[in-house]
């Protein structure tokens, strides 16, 4: 059968050959709930991303983590000891920001990410997105009791740029300007540049990230790439199916801005809402009736996005059957939500075999460089985590199993052929911990899970995936140090060593 024969050559070669040892690095403050139904007692600490901010010279660089219920901390590299330097929960009891921050368990709400601006050591700024219910009673605007070393007046709310569909919750990106860099809480301003309309709270806006090697006075000197998720609207049998292949929507999307209306002036153009600028030379700025925005579409969840050099990669959550990572090329359609993985999505959610010709509205669509498929055989997982280049392999992972991969990006390159049967070979990463060897992420957590105060026998999620949820989430600092956050037990451990077999 030929959708066997496809299936058969897209799938991972798998081999033991590579293994981490991983050091404790920080049990950061518990904000979720140690028992309680369901994986609300799984997530001890919902910790998302982990990033260094910009130093100039010899300067100490602080790392900064932050949690998805609301609090960015700074981290010291000796102790591991978190400090609380911003909150984003303003819900009644919470002693952050903002009142209307939409907060469920596992899904990736609340306070999603967070990026240093590239100079960073000279203007202070950086930009958080986080995720707001439009229907609760209280006021967008940041409430500074608690952080008065924020000055809010002037703070202005923009209009929501409009999703095809119902509304849920909107997707906000808000650039801080700190006056003291050296600073342990945040002092200085806010300024909302984007607020964006989702149909659900599922696959929200989930990444931001500057080119690392741009530097001043080139193009991409300060432009922001944002991985906009597609709210859920593309496994839908309704009309908001296609939001990730319109053009006149920014879900589903890679989208391309520069956030400092002072900067890239003679190269771009100010948006609708005033807030920030468009390069002109993004794919569709010239295109009638499309997002000018736009970098790359047709994605279902893009919810990291990582360089290696100067090429994007992006790490999207499939739907039923395919986890992915793909190379970002500008204007490129990336299929979804007619193509998963390496195949064809009908508008029953079932797969089959691309179309000959292969095209969508006339465009062909790209495909993956990895994929590997939903289950519990190995090289098989639940829901794709991030990754990075580490010591010339990009190490990556799955979020509910724990299970860790490694890929040669030369093998990778060559993969973005546009032959959805071509992908980059996934090897296994065993990890030692503690004097053991693990398989996966999940035994570990578990082990950290039971040490914080989990009261489950396991995981939560364990009926769902095998060894139950670890949450898996990455991080990497300037040296190349890699880290593996996770959630179950709210611990980031460090990558010690790492041993080819």
């Known amino acids: 059968m030929r959708l066997a024969l496809l299936l058969l050559l897209a799938a991972p070669v798998l081999a033991a050959d590579l293994t981490i040892e991983l050091k404790d690095f ?62 984003l929960n303003g819900l009644a009891g919470q002693p952050g920001i903002f009142q209307k921050l939409a907060i469920d368990n596992l899904l990736a709400s609340g306070f999603i990410t967070f990026e240093f601006d590239p100079d960073y050591v000279h203007n202070g700024k950086f930009y958080t997105v986080h995720l707001e ?28 740029i409009r999703t095809f569909g119902k509304t849920e919750c909107e997707a906000v990106l808000v650039e801080w300007t700190d006056s003291d860099t050296s600073n342990a809480t945040f002092e200085g301003t806010a300024r909302e540049v984007m607020r964006l309309q989702y149909n659900s709270r599922i696959h929200p806006m989930g990444d931001l990230t500057f080119n ?14 944002i991985a906009t998720g597609d709210g859920g609207s593309g496994e839908q049998t309704t009309d908001i199916r296609n939001n990730p292949q319109r053009l006149d929507t920014l879900v589903g999307k890679i989208l391309r801005i520069v956030p400092d209306l002072a900067q890239q002036t003679a190269r771009s153009t100010v948006s609708e809402n005033g807030r920030y600028r468009i390069p002109n030379d993004n794919p569709f700025a010239r295109k009638p009736g499309a997002r ?30 395919w986890e992915t990572v793909d190379i970002v090329h500008k204007g490129a ?10 195949q064809r999505l009908n508008s029953d959610n079932t797969l089959s075999d691309p179309p000959a010709p292969d095209l969508i509205d006339g465009v062909r669509p790209i495909y993956p460089v990895i994929a590997y498929s939903h289950g519990r055989a190995p090289g098989s997982g639940d829901a794709i985590a991030g990754g990075f280049v580490y010591r010339g392999k990009f190490i990556f992972g799955d979020i509910t199993t724990g299970r860790l991969w490694w890929a040669d990006p030369k093998e990778m390159v060559a993969a973005d052929d546009g032959d959805p049967k071509t992908m980059a070979a996934m090897h296994e990463v065993k990890i030692a911990w503690n004097g053991e060897t693990y398989p996966t992420m999940s035994p570990i957590a578990e082990i950290g899970y039971h040490a914080r105060g989990g009261k489950a026998e396991h995981l939560p999620g364990a009926a769902r995936t095998p060894g139950g949820r670890a949450d898996v989430r990455f991080g990497i600092d300037a040296g190349g140090d890699l880290y593996i956050l996770t959630k179950s037990d709210g611990v980031i451990r460090k990558v010690v060593a790492a041993v080819l077999q």
Do not use: C
């Open 133 to 160: 219910d439009p229907t609760l009673p209280a006021s967008p605007l940041p409430d500074n009791h608690n952080f008065p070393g924020l000055r809010t007046s002037g703070y202005a709310v923009t209009p929501p």
């Open 26 to 87: 920080a049990a950061m403050p518990i904000t979720g709930a140690v028992d309680g139904p369901g994986n609300s007692a799984g997530l001890l600490a919902r910790i998302n991303f982990l990033r260094e901010e910009p130093r100039a010279g010899a300067a100490k660089r602080r790392l900064f983590v932050n949690d998805l219920n609301g609090p960015l901390y700074i981290v010291d590299r000796e102790t591991g000891k978190a400090s609380t330097y911003l909150n």
């Open 292 to 321: 000018k925005e736009i970098w790359a579409y047709g994605l279902r969840n893009p919810h990291r996005l990582v360089w290696d050099g100067d090429r994007l990669l992006a790490l999207v959550i499939g739907l039923k059957t």
């Open 333 to 342: 359609n990336y299929g979804y939500s007619q193509r998963e993985g390496p």
């Open 212 to 225: 690392p090697a741009a530097r001043p006075g080139d193009p991409e000197w300060r432009v922001i790439y």
